[in-house]
Structure formats: C-alpha cells, structure tokens
C-alpha cells in the first residue's frame, strides 16, 4: 500500500478548484460599452475569463483569458493566454493611473 498523495485544492472566497480543473465565466461588456477590435478584427477583450488551477504546489491559480475563434474552414476553436499571481500584482499596479501632481501655491 502507497501512500495517495494529497489532493490539491485552492480556491478563492466560496470557489475552489481541484488540480488541474478549469472555470470559466462570459466576459460580457458593461452595458452601453462598446467592444473594443484590435487589428485583424481580433477582440482586445476576452470572450471568457476564469481561472486554473496548474496542480503544483505554492502556485495558487492562474488567471486564465479566453477568445472564441473560427478557423479557415469554419471550425470554431479557443484560445487563450495564463497570467501567473506574481504577475497579476505587477499588471493591476502598472494599470492604476497616475496620481494628479499636487500644485504648489
């Protein structure tokens, strides 16, 4: 008899995730936001966001980006990009605008 090793969970507020699984959710725009294309007709916004849990230890979950697209032929596919936390952090800080200059009287 081995020993079965741990089984990983992580999770965030009332979600928790198995290791190796997947969440996604609809990324819908706000309403009256129109949706932004980047070159090629390619949405700059995810059509799902989510999150996936990678299975090593320490890890936590990734952020996961998801776009619905079509190939030449018509079949439809996903695609996506991970952001690891570490990287999340600097994201979230380099997104935060500038603070306003104090004026000097």
Known sequence: KGSAAP????????MKLKAGE???????????????VL???AAARPDFYGWHHPGEPG????DVAV???TDANGRAYLTGSIT??????VQMADARPDPEPEMME
């Open 84 to 89: 690891p936390p570490e990287l999340r952090q």
């Open 67 to 69: 776009w619905a697209k």
């Open 22 to 36: 997947i969440v996604l959710f609809e990324n819908k725009p706000k309403e009256g936001e129109a949706p932004k």
């Open 7 to 14: 089984e990983l969970v992580v999770g965030m507020s009332d």
């Open 59 to 62: 890890l936590g979950l990734l």
């Open 39 to 41: 070159e090629k007709g």
